[in-house]
């Protein structure tokens, strides 16, 4: 718990890195992003829970209508936490060569050194979309399986809090994977690289989660959490790292 509460801290600390004049005009755009589409995925939002209200209702015989007290606020929590994630993930997909570039100038600012990339701007467009659709890929293997198995009768409530699990891992994955890709990792290397540490990138994933169920807050979560977890891996480097041994290797 310690750990959680540790990537917690780095989850946070992100916000007070926005403030530095140096990183201001790289915030802009994630912003922008943020906010139009936390607008129409709320828009969204609203339809569907009327409608999965609705079918709740109509789908639990009159005997059980009790139950719809117990599932619906899991229902609720599983939709609300993967429409989030497909939030975020969207916003991070339109967002990913301005988050590449400002993981670089915070990891600078922070004393680290950029990773000095000589492809093109086009090139670095393409290599980082096809790292958003990877990772994204990569969540719905594992998700929809999960939300599959909510609907079943005792393991609904295991596989609720293995989603979430889920959801919270893989934002944490997401964002770290901003400094641990400039620093020249793929995604199946930082996967294994962070699993020596998973509980401070759950907990790091966790917060950056609850801060995007905030209003006005979550149109900030994004470059925030791109800069926490730089700084995460900044600080905690040393943590994931056998020494002597190159973890691009």
Same mark, same amino acid.
């Given at each position: 718990?310690?750990?959680?509460?540790?990537?917690?801290?780095?989850?946070?600390?992100?916000?007070?890195?926005?403030?530095?004049?140096r990183?201001?005009?790289?915030?802009?755009?994630?912003?922008?992003?943020?906010?139009?589409?936390?607008v129409?995925?709320?828009?969204?939002?609203?339809?569907?829970?009327?409608?999965?209200?609705?079918?709740?209702?109509?789908?639990?015989?009159?005997?059980?209508?009790?139950?719809?007290?117990?599932?619906?606020p899991i229902?609720?929590?599983?939709?609300?936490?993967?429409?989030?994630?497909?939030?975020?993930?969207?916003?991070?997909?339109?967002?990913?060569?301005?988050?590449?570039?400002?993981?670089?100038?915070?990891?600078?600012?922070?004393?680290?050194?950029?990773?000095g990339s000589?492809?093109?701007?086009?090139?670095?467009v393409?290599?980082?979309?096809?790292?958003?659709?990877?990772?994204?890929?990569?969540? &719905?293997?594992?998700?929809?399986p999960l939300? %599959? =198995? !909510? $609907? *079943? +009768?005792?393991?609904?409530? /295991?596989?609720?809090?293995?989603?979430?699990?889920?959801?919270?891992?893989?934002?944490?994955?997401?964002?770290?994977?901003?400094?641990?890709?400039?620093?020249?990792?793929?995604?199946k290397?930082?996967?294994?690289?962070?699993?020596?540490?998973?509980m401070?990138? &759950?907990?790091?994933?966790?917060?950056?989660? %609850? =801060? !995007? $169920? *905030? +209003?006005l807050?979550?149109? /900030?979560?994004?470059?925030?959490?791109?800069?926490?977890?730089?700084?995460?891996?900044?600080?905690?480097?040393?943590?994931?790292?056998?020494?002597g041994?190159?973890?691009?290797?």
């Amino acid at each position: 718990m310690g750990a959680a509460a540790q990537g917690a801290g780095y989850a946070l600390a992100g916000f007070r890195l926005l403030s530095r004049p140096r990183l201001r005009r790289f915030v802009v755009i994630p912003v922008l992003v943020n906010i139009v589409l936390f607008v129409i995925c709320g828009i969204l939002l609203v339809n569907w829970i009327d409608q999965l209200s609705n079918a709740l209702v109509q789908w639990l015989p009159d005997w059980l209508d009790w139950l719809s007290y117990l599932l619906w606020p899991i229902f609720l929590l599983i939709f609300i936490g993967l429409v989030l994630f497909g939030f975020s993930a969207l916003a991070n997909l339109i967002g990913a060569p301005f988050n590449g570039v400002l993981a670089e100038r915070c990891a600078v600012l922070l004393g680290g050194a950029p990773f000095g990339s000589t492809r093109p701007l086009w090139a670095e467009v393409m290599v980082a979309l096809q790292g958003e659709l990877h990772k994204l890929g990569y969540f &719905l293997m594992r998700a929809v399986p999960l939300a %599959v =198995l !909510t $609907l *079943i +009768p005792g393991i609904g409530l /295991l596989a609720s809090m293995l989603l979430l699990w889920l959801t919270a891992w893989m934002l944490g994955l997401g964002y770290l994977d901003y400094p641990l890709g400039n620093a020249g990792l793929a995604f199946k290397q930082q996967r294994k690289l962070l699993a020596r540490r998973r509980m401070l990138v &759950l907990g790091f994933g966790a917060t950056v989660f %609850v =801060l !995007t $169920l *905030i +209003p006005l807050v979550n149109f /900030l979560v994004m470059p925030a959490a791109v800069c926490g977890a730089t700084q995460l891996w900044i600080s905690e480097h040393s943590e994931f790292v056998t020494p002597g041994v190159d973890p691009a290797a």
